[in-house]
């Protein structure tokens, strides 16, 4: 089991202690009076527990070192960095290393002694690991490479990547092993192992050391009974609680290191570091670690993207697809057959179903078409405020007593917004027995009959198991459901302009409502990417014949798919839609506004040079900047602009104006970025 290493959930019982290998001070607010010393005090410094809590905080510690915690403490809660210290203690110098951190109306001092400079070359150790992990192209090369890189720079006997899933159980990822501990990667373990408190906690501080968990607490004293115990959790010297050791060593584990890999707005998981004996690990090393988790956790979120940003283009080109065959009479199931075998690889799915009109398309081993009306019948009926379903088990979470889907588990339904009456987009994945290595306390052991092969993980109550799980599929990622949400929009533009040349002949009202379909974005009400496009080749050919100026603003909304993550497809969809009021609002007349695509917008502004567009884009910035988007604290955008050079095709004045969004982007979102003229 990864290790959690954070007693708080059991730390408001004890006595507030720390580990023997340091010593603390408590101080008051103004780090002016000693309030608690560490019993072990005497230890380090030629001090009693007495004389230390009597004597003045610059006697004990120095003027410069008081000054230089008082300064570093300045509107911080913690020192952004640890402190260097030299102590005379009988004539010796003593060098430590010093952290400090407010709690409550008190500051904790810690002191950690640093051991003497060795012939380690620690900095080229660290970077001859970076190298390695920059050399990483895939995600999972890059945890193999991060947990082997730990345990050479630590000297843990097994090094672990622990991974968050949504209900919060994990599962170790990556592990490096000496041999001296059982190996456990592909476990998974309990939610119940890791309480939401420990978790919060990693947000605060992301690394927690034991050293020993069988070395004494050392106690925090005082003259005076402190009226609320101190929290100690900012800090790297907090002792075990009771419960926290009994669960270490029911595990086989003597030392340990955690750390927190922290995403954008949520603990991703977690490098766990175990062994058997005691380990002491300097100052100096533990820094290092948490150092490389960090550069390691950049790479593999960079690689995520890059990975989604692939996965994303290959989409865009299947829309893109579809939009070249806007002008043609193209029936939804010439789409189906022509587009539908890339879709079920896109979307890894073995069963693909269009169902517009009661009529329902099918592509794959799919059940009859009065099943698959039933099916989004009960869709329209149970979900009907929804534009995007999903499950991966069908049979549980989906219409009971309706045998519509045999042999499929996994089901992602999206909406197809048509005028009159919509259309789903159906994508169905089989049924993927999953046999699944759990561990945990004995306690912890479902009770089911679906639980097998129980076997001990340790000397302690710890326990492996295996279930078997059935009638699920692989789980529909947020990024597969958006991409065909996207689709299914596409699909809606294509369905309705076949509609409009059908009729355009027999019904003129028809043809027009049909025709703004078409052209508008049925959730923003905005032009969509097909009419965005012929505006700006029609700018274009303007340009080239008269010589009139024009730009291009693209933008999307930051941090869009952690809003869609966290909160549900609903809130982004109205996110996008009050975003979309904001904008218009603040346009000038002549400006022209579409959707690109997703949370992508275009803005197309004529007869309009550098400058202005510059001023415009700021415009737009602040004013989706201050609109409220409840119960978001703020919505912000980026914005590329990028004025039309003679000569250029409507891709490459786009790819500028992106190109000025990603460096927006990348200066720190919420900014706007004029391309440079080529």
């Not at 009065?370 to 534009?387: F, N, R, V």
Request: hydrophobic share 45%; net charge neutral; aromatic share 6%.
């Amino acid at each position: 089991m990864p290790l959690i290493t954070d007693s708080s959930q059991w730390q408001s019982d004890e006595v507030p202690a720390i580990q023997p290998i340091g010593w603390a001070l408590v101080l008051d607010k103004e780090a002016s009076q000693v309030l608690q010393v560490s019993a072990n005090v005497p230890d380090f410094l030629a001090l009693s527990v007495d004389q230390a809590l009597l004597a003045g905080v610059e006697s004990l510690l120095g003027r410069g070192l008081v000054k230089r915690i008082r300064s570093g403490l300045q509107g911080r809660p913690r020192l952004a960095s640890a402190l260097k210290a030299s102590l005379r203690v009988e004539g010796k110098t003593q060098r430590f290393q010093v952290m400090a951190y407010r709690t409550g109306d008190s500051i904790i001092v810690e002191f950690e002694p640093l051991p003497r400079v060795g012939g380690r070359r620690l900095l080229s150790e660290v970077n001859h690991c970076l190298l390695r992990l920059a050399a990483a192209d895939q995600p999972n090369q890059l945890l193999d490479e991060l947990v082997a890189s730990m345990q050479s720079l630590t000297g843990y006997a097994r090094v672990l990547v622990y991974q968050f899933a949504d209900d919060w159980h994990g599962q170790v990822v990556a592990e490096a092993s000496n041999g001296d501990m059982p190996s456990i990667k592909g476990y998974r373990f309990p939610a119940e192992d890791i309480p939401e408190l420990a978790r919060a906690r990693y947000w605060r501080h992301p690394l927690r050391t034991i050293h020993d968990e069988a070395a004494p607490a050392i106690p925090l004293v005082s003259h005076v009974p402190m009226l609320t115990p101190v929290d100690l959790s900012l800090g790297n010297l907090r002792a075990l609680a009771p419960s926290h050791r009994r669960y270490m060593r029911g595990l086989g584990v003597r030392a340990s290191l955690s750390l927190g890999v922290l995403g954008e707005q949520v603990l991703w998981g977690l490098v766990s570091c175990h062994n058997p004996q005691p380990l002491y690990l300097s100052p100096a090393v533990r820094d290092a670690a948490r150092a490389l988790v960090q550069m390691a956790t950049q790479r593999m979120f960079l690689l995520q993207a890059r990975a989604e940003s692939r996965y994303l283009q290959r989409v865009i080109d299947s829309r893109q697809l579809i939009s070249l065959e806007h002008g043609g009479l193209v029936e939804p199931a010439q789409l189906l057959r022509k587009h539908g075998p890339e879709w079920l690889e896109l979307f890894r799915a073995e069963g693909c179903a269009l169902v517009l009109q009661q009529q329902a398309l099918r592509l794959g081993q799919l059940p009859s078409q009065a099943a698959l009306l039933q099916l989004t019948h009960w869709l329209e009926k149970s979900h009907p405020q929804e534009s995007i379903w999903s499950t991966r088990s069908l049979g549980v979470e989906g219409p009971q007593g309706l045998e519509c889907c045999p042999g499929y588990s996994g089901l992602l339904a999206v909406k197809v917004p048509l005028s009159r009456q919509p259309g789903w987009l159906l994508l169905f994945r089989a049924e993927r027995i999953d046999r699944q290595r759990w561990a945990g306390p004995q306690a912890l052991l479902p009770v089911q009959d679906a639980v097998a092969d129980i076997q001990p993980l340790s000397d302690g109550p710890f326990v492996a198991w295996q279930i078997e799980v059935r009638e699920h599929s692989l789980r529909w990622l947020p990024i597969e459901q958006q991409a065909a949400k996207d689709l299914a929009e596409d699909l809606a533009v294509s369905v309705s302009v076949q509609k409009v040349e059908q009729l355009m002949a027999q019904l003129q009202s028809a043809n027009q409502q049909l025709e703004t379909l078409a052209h508008t974005d049925p959730l923003t009400k905005i032009w969509n990417r097909y009419r965005i496009e012929q505006a700006i080749d029609a700018e274009i050919s303007a340009g080239d014949r008269y010589g009139r100026a024009f730009s291009l603003l693209l933008f999307d909304i930051d941090n869009f798919k952690a809003v869609n993550d966290t909160h549900g497809h609903e809130l982004g969809d109205q996110v996008l839609a009050t975003m979309a009021k904001a904008v218009m609002a603040a346009l000038r007349s002549s400006d022209l506004f579409g959707r690109w695509g997703g949370e992508e917008f275009i803005v197309l502004a004529v007869e309009t040079g550098a400058d202005e567009a510059g001023l415009l884009a700021e415009r737009l910035r602040v004013a989706v900047a201050d609109t409220a988007f409840p119960p978001l604290s703020q919505v912000t955008i980026s914005v590329g602009a990028a004025r039309w050079q003679p000569g250029e095709t409507r891709k490459q004045l786009i790819a500028r104006a992106d190109q000025a969004m990603y460096q927006a982007k990348q200066a720190g979102r919420n900014q706007t970025v004029l391309a440079s003229n080529d």
